[in-house]
């Protein structure tokens, strides 16, 4: 018999890994993809290299400074300006105050938008002046209200009714009255890019919410109407709807009745935007169990009654992101009125470019542009994401 | 109980719906409804360098746009009650039609088709454009037969694009045509040396040549192959509103041509009947067209005459006057007679 000796212990090998280890392993672990990382630094050089120089010595950014305004708000008067700031300020008095006596998500979008004034108030650039002041007072409004709103629980219920009457007001407020009101023509920039994906936002929900309910409803004209609807809509692009609004609709428009522009463009976003909504709701719809409804029902609670309190709560909570996502596309899509000569952020840009002084600074403009869409979108995914947490969406 | 008012609730409804349609369109001149609106809207390009643009204080400026005050100045008395419609080329014809504005400057050129069939009037034209060739000077080309085999730019579904099949056909020349989407990547396109020859209206040319990397190594030809005469347009059958805009236009050349400008026109003094039936001093022009006795006044107190509006939008971008200067200079701007 042969003894059994053991020669030499052998070690685990080790998971840990040094940084020439992984470079090793997971960029030069053969010669082919040595080969490929090294095309991949080379180009990256350039990209960026390129990038680098562009940004940093041939583009001339003083475009953006200038027509910041513009950007803004378009050609809304400059003398009405304090309209835009009241409905800002007010807006912050409100989100503070919420943040105060919610706490919780409250708190949290409302410091992120605070975080935003304040990079406003200390841009290193020279904006105009009224746009940083409005950017402090919006700041410290915020911080103001939040403090006054945390031990104030019985400010509740107004705070609630200030943000229901908050959009009527707002679109009041904007639009003025009598003599000097200011027609809609005159709304650009951000602001209008803002106004149209609040307005399609807060409209294209309850559409959809009655499309989705009307897809499943037992009386066939309702279904079937519900269902042309959403299916005839969802088969078009948004841009042949915007185009529709702006040149047949003014066509069927009787007598000296006129829809202004803005206004055909909120009207085919809302609807544009409904029809998908009705798709999301829908799919929430279906996820709720059967027996829910038959609970509902055995207890003799009405249709409507069903819907608003056991089904249309659970339904609604399982497809917050899908809704959230269509939230942030509405808002993208708003970048097509351009297409109809509407100046919202991206369609400023031409009557900037107009300007023989700024001429040819289109990839400036654009990519100014780009990251203040980016900032936006990234912030409601964001909140989305909070929301969720929130609510335990996906943890049933 | 409750069905009985869901019904009447749905009959109002109903109601609320058709009224509008069943109201006859007022069969009233423009002219008064910019009088009782106290306002004129006025379509333009929202942004055509030197033309429409909107300026760093928020305030529409341009060639166009200063059209547009001065028919506010001569009707309203005051050329800051207008409001300017940017419009797409696609829907401008739209929105005059369904009267969303009530003229359109938005250079728009003058065509028996767009005449007849498209239910608008045109006024005298405010700019004469042409469709030219801009080249780099280092190839030396002096004629359009030169540019045999070369790559030429336009923009894409334009007449530009159809006026150089044209031109070119006519002439036997055989060449590369590269068609862009968009104006600034033509331009671009064309800087990079990507394209030989780019075709476009003289004003964009001259206007986008500034912006190049060396402006002075290119040249615009001294060929015109296209006519395209801009003027403001009204919507088909307003004679009186159609008669106050084209005179609006007269009255800027008129002004030119009796050297009546904005420094001078309110201490202007002479004999000329003609002239202080133009001041309004005498005579009733203002009465005949439905306008204050001082419209012509107004008009050259708030943007200038022919000259001033040329020299402050389109000499600042490099244009020169060319055609558009006064008959009695060799142009083709010929103002009828005021009487």
New interface residues.
């Given amino acids: 018999m042969e003894e059994l000796t053991f020669t030499q212990e052998i070690k685990p090998p080790s998971t840990k890994k040094g940084p020439i280890r992984w470079l090793k392993d997971n960029l030069f672990s053969n010669w082919y993809n040595t080969v490929l990382t090294l095309f991949a630094i080379v180009f990256l050089y350039f990209l960026f290299k390129g990038v680098y120089t562009w940004v940093f010595t041939q583009a001339k950014w003083a475009v953006i400074p200038a027509n910041l305004q513009i950007l803004s708000v378009g050609s809304y008067p400059r003398e009405q300006l304090w309209r835009v700031a009241y409905v800002v300020y007010v807006l912050a008095i409100l989100m503070g105050l919420s943040a105060g006596i919610w706490k919780g998500l409250n708190q949290q979008i409302t410091s992120a938008v605070a975080c935003i004034g304040a990079v406003i108030t200390l841009l290193p650039i020279h904006v105009n002046t009224s746009v940083r002041e409005a950017a402090v007072i919006a700041t410290i409004l915020i911080a103001v209200s939040y403090v006054f709103g945390r031990d104030r629980q019985n400010l509740k219920r107004w705070v609630i009714i200030g943000w229901v009457l908050m959009f009527p007001w707002m679109m009041f407020m904007l639009r003025g009255f009598g003599e000097n009101a200011i027609s809609t023509i005159n709304w650009g920039g951000l602001l209008l890019t803002l106004i149209l994906a609040v307005v399609g936002i807060v409209a294209c929900f309850p559409i959809g919410v009655l499309l989705a309910l009307g897809r499943r409803s037992q009386l066939p004209a309702i279904r079937w109407i519900s269902i042309a609807y959403i299916e005839v809509v969802r088969g078009m692009p948004l841009v042949t709807i915007l185009f529709m609004g702006s040149l047949m609709l003014p066509i069927f428009m009787p007598g000296d009745f006129q829809l202004d522009k803005v206004v055909r463009a909120m009207i085919a976003l809302t609807l544009f935007s409904a029809a998908y909504m009705a798709e999301n709701v829908r799919g929430g719809l279906q996820a709720v169990p059967r027996g829910q409804y038959e609970a509902a029902q055995a207890v003799g609670l009405s249709y409507p009654k069903t819907m608003t309190f056991i089904v249309l709560p659970q339904a609604l909570r399982s497809v917050i992101p899908a809704i959230v996502g269509q939230f942030i596309a509405l808002f993208k899509d708003t970048s097509l009125v351009s297409i109809i000569a509407l100046s919202e952020l991206l369609g400023v840009s031409d009557n900037i470019l107009g300007n023989p002084k700024w001429t040819g600074l289109k990839p400036e403009l654009y990519l100014f542009i780009a990251v203040v869409y980016f900032i936006f979108t990234f912030a409601m995914s964001y909140v989305s994401q909070i929301v969720e947490a929130d609510l335990g969406v996906g943890k049933h | 109980m409750k069905k009985k008012w869901f019904r009447i609730i749905a009959l109002a409804l109903t109601a609320l719906l058709v009224t509008?349609?069943?109201?006859?369109?007022?069969e009233s001149s423009i002219l008064d409804k910019v009088k009782k609106r106290?306002k004129l809207v006025c379509g333009v390009?929202?942004?055509?360098?030197?033309?429409?643009?909107?300026?760093?204080?928020?305030?529409?400026?341009?060639f166009d746009t200063d059209f547009g005050r001065a028919i506010a100045a001569a009707v309203l008395g005051n050329a800051d009650k207008v409001?300017?419609?940017?419009?797409?080329a696609?829907?401008r014809f739209?929105?005059l039609?369904?009267?969303?504005i009530d003229v359109l400057i938005r250079n728009t050129t003058w065509t028996l088709g767009r005449d007849t069939e498209l239910n608008t009037d045109f006024t005298p034209p405010t700019f004469y454009d042409g469709q030219g060739f801009m080249v780099p000077k280092s190839l030396n080309i002096k004629s359009l037969n030169q540019l045999d085999g070369a790559s030429i730019g336009v923009t894409a579904g334009s007449t530009t694009e159809l006026n150089l099949a044209d031109t070119m056909r006519t002439l036997g020349v055989k060449y590369n045509e590269v068609t862009y989407e968009d104006i600034?990547t033509l331009?671009?396109s064309y800087d990079a040396g990507r394209v030989d020859a780019v075709t476009s209206d003289k004003s964009q040319l001259v206007?986008?040549r500034k912006?190049l990397k060396n402006p002075d190594d290119h040249v615009i030809l001294d060929i015109t192959v296209s006519k395209e005469p801009l003027g403001p347009l009204t919507i088909h059958g307003d004679n009186k509103w159609n008669d106050v805009v084209s005179w609006v236009v007269y009255a800027t050349f008129f002004a030119e041509e009796h050297n009546i400008t904005q420094k001078n026109v309110k201490t202007f003094k002479t004999e000329n009947p003609e002239i202080n039936r133009f001041l309004g001093e005498s005579g009733e022009i203002g009465k005949k067209l439905g306008l204050p006795k001082d419209w012509a006044k107004q008009i050259i107190i708030s943007v200038g005459n022919y000259g001033e509006i040329f020299e402050r939008n389109l000499t600042?971008?490099g244009l020169p006057r060319g055609v558009n200067k006064p008959w009695t200079e060799g142009g083709l701007l010929y103002s009828m007679p005021f009487r």
């Fill in positions: 509008p349609l069943l109201a006859d369109k007022h106290g390009n929202g942004g055509l360098p030197g033309f429409g643009f909107l300026a760093e204080d928020g305030k529409w400026s341009g409001e300017f419609v940017p419009l797409n696609a829907e739209t929105a039609q369904s009267g969303e600034d331009y671009s206007a986008r912006d600042p971008i």
